[in-house]
């Protein structure tokens, strides 16, 4: 949990840091691969649980992690040229107006996000759909996120204003919601809209994070107080 939140909160800023010039393209790589991780982590547990004991689950993520730390002891070398490079003036984001709804933004998809995961089986379960069945849904709704978690950091970055972006995935958020409340059998549409507008908006939240702001620095504190 520690990492997760350390991670997520100085990866846009190192993607700011460190290729100004790309952040588009480099967002699209960090969102898709941290989905795409995060599906395959979920997804082989359970296999691994059922023939090994839990350690060995357990393990096997140490390991990755243990990878990752030693891949990430290379970037040190740099820290003292990023230091200096620092800006003197702190930027308080908790008065910035384009902070608040960049926040809330990333809290409203990240509750329908979790919300869908949590209570979506469940719900079609209810509505007359097998168990089994309503697991393929849930692995719909998080397939069809990941392309648009790499595509919307390199539109968003090219575009003037990303309102009509943003103001789309709401428009893709509450029809998607609607659907599968009033009609259940329509779950499919609905779950590809939620999908296709959580992956949008959750890219477009790590694209703002650098490029709202004009410095590393300002770009972590705007992630952690997202």
């Known amino acids: 949990g520690i990492g997760i939140g350390f991670g997520n909160v100085l990866a846009p800023a190192v993607i700011k ?8 393209i480099m967002t699209g790589y960090y969102t898709v691969v941290m989905n795409v991780f995060g599906g395959l982590s979920s997804y082989g547990t359970a296999p691994l649980l059922k023939s090994f004991h839990y350690n060995v689950a357990i393990s096997l993520i140490g390991i990755v992690t243990l990878v990752t730390i030693i891949i990430w002891s ?8 990023m230091a200096t490079a620092l800006p003197r ?3 308080n984001v908790w008065k910035s107006p384009i902070s608040w709804q960049i926040t809330i933004l990333m809290g409203g998809q990240s509750l329908i996000f979790y919300s869908l995961i949590n209570w979506m089986p469940a719900y079609l379960s209810q509505s007359g759909m097998s ?7 849930l692995s719909v709704l998080q397939i069809s996120i990941i392309p648009f978690t ?9 575009m003037k204003s ?23 059998q329509l779950a499919i549409i609905s779950t590809i809209l939620i999908g296709v507008a959580g992956g949008i908006a959750f890219g ?23």
């Open 89 to 91: 003036k702190s930027v």
């Open 17 to 24: 840091a460190k290729f100004p010039l790309h952040i588009g």
């Open 204 to 226: 477009l939240v790590n694209t703002f994070f650098s490029l709202r702001t004009e410095h590393s620095q300002t770009a972590a504190k705007l992630s952690g107080m997202a």
């Open 74 to 81: 290379f970037q040190l070398k740099g820290k003292q040229e």
């Open 150 to 158: 790499f595509i919307t950091p390199i539109f968003a970055t090219k």
């Open 131 to 137: 168990i089994s069945e309503a697991g393929v849904y």
């Open 162 to 184: 990303q309102f009509t972006l943003t103001f789309v995935t709401g428009l893709l958020f509450i029809a998607g919601v609607i659907i599968m409340l009033c009609v259940p």
